[in-house]
């Protein structure tokens, strides 16, 4: 389909997704969750695509946060509907891609952008990103997943400072509290985020969709269950046999 607000860059086998909107500091409205969420899915389909790359349009913004202006008339259902809708179609997808994805964040990560940008499997950031949870100042909470995905990386505390004050912290304390993996100068961040990428599409994509699944589940009762029954499974596929036998012949495999 055709894409009025993200673009689309396809970089042999890396992909980046560019949330388009500069003019509103690449808020997510409807239309963008939309958008996002089509992408991904041409994307998990597209065997040429290893690595999904997301990030902002311009310097200033990753993304600044939802569009207040689509929900500020809404009443309880409307608000319930909208959240478990973004969870549905974009941000539970991202989680639960099989391929992996890693945000790129550009100045403001707010909000919603802090809680895409927690969706994805890793993150780098520009020196000059800035990242909240600002939600209680409207006399709300985080809808797309803040509450539950914040406290797994930094910690229930730090999350709870995070929400409760709603203050922004700059990249370099989000990298100290695991935040973000690695914070970057602007200019940078894009050819960094790339290298990594080229990286993890060198290694074998059918571990990886198991290795995503088996780690989203770190948490919960099914995890070492999962990662036992992931490692057996992967015996029998085409790309173990080719690892183990590149490794024996001393080459690099072809996954």
């Known amino acids: 389909m055709s894409y009025e607000n993200i673009l689309l860059d396809k970089q042999d086998n890396t992909t980046v ?10 808020a997510l409205n409807a ?18 695509c290893r690595v999904i790359i997301l990030t902002g349009s311009g310097e200033k913004s990753f993304v600044a946060g939802a569009d207040i202006k689509e929900f500020s ?6 608000a319930e509907e909208l ?10 997808k991202i989680e639960n ?23 994805c499997h890793i993150r780098y950031a ?24 914040l406290p797994k990386l930094v910690g229930k505390g ?26 970057y100068p602007i200019e940078e961040l894009l050819t960094k985020t790339k290298e990594l990428a080229d990286v993890i599409a060198r290694n ?7 290795a995503i699944h088996a780690v989203n589940l770190s948490d919960t009762d099914q995890g070492f269950e999962t990662e036992i029954r992931s490692f057996g499974e992967l015996f029998d596929l085409a790309d173990k046999k080719e690892g183990v036998s590149a490794f024996l012949e001393k080459r690099k495999p072809n996954f």
């Open 158 to 183: 730090m999350a709870n400072e995070m929400i409760f004050s709603a203050k922004m912290i700059p990249a370099a304390k989000a990298k100290e509290i695991g935040l973000v993996n690695e914070v």
């Open 17 to 26: 997704i560019t949330i388009n909107r500069p003019e509103s500091l690449n």
């Open 83 to 92: 959240a478990r809708n973004g969870h549905n179609t974009l941000f539970n």
């Open 97 to 119: 891609m099989t391929k992996p994805v890693i945000a790129a964040v550009n100045g403001f990560a707010l909000g919603g952008g802090l809680e895409l940008a927690m969706a």
């Open 31 to 48: 239309q963008t969750i939309k958008e996002l969420s089509s992408a991904l899915d041409e994307l998990n389909a597209d065997t040429s």
């Open 204 to 210: 074998s994509p059918m571990a990886i969709s198991k």
């Open 73 to 78: 008339d809404f009443g309880q259902e409307k």
């Open 126 to 149: 520009s020196e000059n990103a800035r990242l909240g949870l600002p939600e209680v100042t409207l006399g709300l909470i985080p809808g797309y997943g803040g509450t539950q995905r």
